[in-house]
């Protein structure tokens, strides 16, 4: 399965791309996260970043084109990916495609996760994520077994700098002005697959499993 999973900032993109890549048994590349770990790290890219996500605004195309290249070019993804946080500008679209051409592959899908303002904000504020595996919780919906701590690795469980609610409002005004226009772009290619994000986690998974599955079939109807 190669997958980009788009929406806008906490319409459970990461969510639903972990569970996703489990099922399709690929690897769940989130450009968010690595951008993070990067910062966490200080490497050069991780500063580069951090200038621009403390902000709300997005990393600049030529270097998430560079990452995402490299990353997908690596063994684990040659089965395939679950893309989460990519592409969010119509030139990062237009990016992955050519990388994949050259590679006489294609995308299979575009998933778009949709989200009301108020939801948004209520995920993101109650949202907690792991410092040092990155799982996400979320204090009404996920919320971890032991409060404060990781489920997975027992590390400890803290907000996200860009969720603080001003830094919120920015990442969606980034997001409607350079996003959007992605899922014009993938809808000319009949890649675009929307999926109502308002559910509980188990029911929007459901529904974009069903959908995925009755667009494979379809495919396979054509050949
Ligand atoms: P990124 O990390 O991708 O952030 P984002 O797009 O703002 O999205 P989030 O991670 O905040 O939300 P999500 O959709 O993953 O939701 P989640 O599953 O966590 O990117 C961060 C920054 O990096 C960007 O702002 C940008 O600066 C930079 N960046 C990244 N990619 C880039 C790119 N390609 N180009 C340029 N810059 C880039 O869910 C949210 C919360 O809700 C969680 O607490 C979760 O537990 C809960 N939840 C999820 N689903 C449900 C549900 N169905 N019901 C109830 N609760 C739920
Ligand atoms: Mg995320």
């Known amino acids: 399965m190669r997958l980009v999973v788009l929406g806008a900032p906490g319409a459970g ?22 951008f993070r770990k990067a910062i966490q790290n200080q490497t050069e890219l991780g500063k580069e970043a951090d200038r621009h996500i ?16 490299q990353r997908i070019e690596e063994p684990d993804c040659q089965i395939g990916f679950i893309l989460d946080g990519y592409p969010r500008t119509v030139p990062q679209a237009a990016g992955l495609d050519e ?12 998933l778009h996760l949709e989200l009301s303002e108020k939801e948004i904000f209520r995920r993101l504020g109650n949202r907690r ?11 009404d919906s996920l919320p971890p077994k032991h409060p404060g701590k990781c489920d997975r690795c027992g590390s400890p469980l803290v ?6 609610i001003d830094t919120i409002k920015k990442r969606l005004i980034v997001y409607h002005q350079q996003t959007r226009p992605v899922l014009d772009y993938y809808e000319k290619q ?7 994000g308002e559910g509980s986690i188990s029911s929007v998974y459901n529904a974009i499993i069903n959908n995925l599955e009755t667009r494979s079939l379809r495919a396979n109807d054509c050949h």
Do not use: F
């Open 99 to 110: 990388i994949l051409s050259k590679k006489g592959l294609s995308l299979d899908a575009a």
């Open 159 to 164: 907000q996200r700098d860009d969720d603080q």
């Open 54 to 69: 403390s902000q709300g605004r997005l990393v600049p195309d030529d270097i998430t084109i560079e990452l995402v290249k």
């Open 190 to 196: 009949s890649k675009l697959l929307v999926v109502n």
């Open 13 to 34: 993109k990461g969510t639903q791309a972990s569970q996703l890549a489990e099922y399709y048994n690929c690897p769940h590349v989130s450009t968010g996260e690595t």
């Open 129 to 139: 994520v792991c410092t040092k595996c990155g799982a996400n919780y979320h204090l």
